[in-house]
Nanobody
Framework: QVQLVESGGGLVQAGNSLRLSCAASGRTFYSYVVNWFRQAPGKEREFVAAISWSGNMTSYADSVKGRFTISRDNAKNTVYLQMNSLKPEDTAVYYC????????????????WGQGTQVTVSS
């Protein structure tokens, strides 16, 4: 397994941008699929975006498609989530997770998780 640490969250106004980072330890990071999930207060954890091992495949939740971009730099053991045109409904704790199942949107398929980073979007 890999250890993951998220950063980059904060408080922004609607319409602005943030870039989240997910830094991983371990020399085999390139062999893991990475997803971003988020969880708002009182709601279930939901899928946000996914990126394949090499980064050549990505997928997004409909709610963020066209606004968020996931990318990775395996040389830096880091996955990014660029979030543009943020909305108040994007407010949540954002988690990155590593696993082997590209295309899965189920949290149970991911064995390594970060501690989360808070994103708050004010209207």
């Amino acid at each position: 397994q890999v250890q993951l640490v998220e950063s980059g969250g904060g408080l922004v106004q609607a319409g602005n941008s943030l870039r989240l980072s997910c830094a991983a330890s371990g020399r085999t990071f390139y062999s893991y699929v990475v997803n971003w999930f988020r969880q708002a207060p009182g709601k279930e954890r939901e899928f946000v975006a996914a990126i394949s091992w090499s980064g050549n495949m990505t997928s997004y939740a409909d709610s963020v498609k066209g606004r968020f971009t996931i990318s990775r730099d395996n040389a830096k053991n880091t996955v990014y989530l660029q979030m543009n045109s943020l909305k108040p409904e994007d407010t949540a704790v954002y988690y990155c997770a590593a696993g082997q199942a590209y295309g899965s949107r189920w949290a149970a398929d991911f064995g390594s998780w970060g501690q989360g980073t808070q994103v708050t979007v004010s209207s």
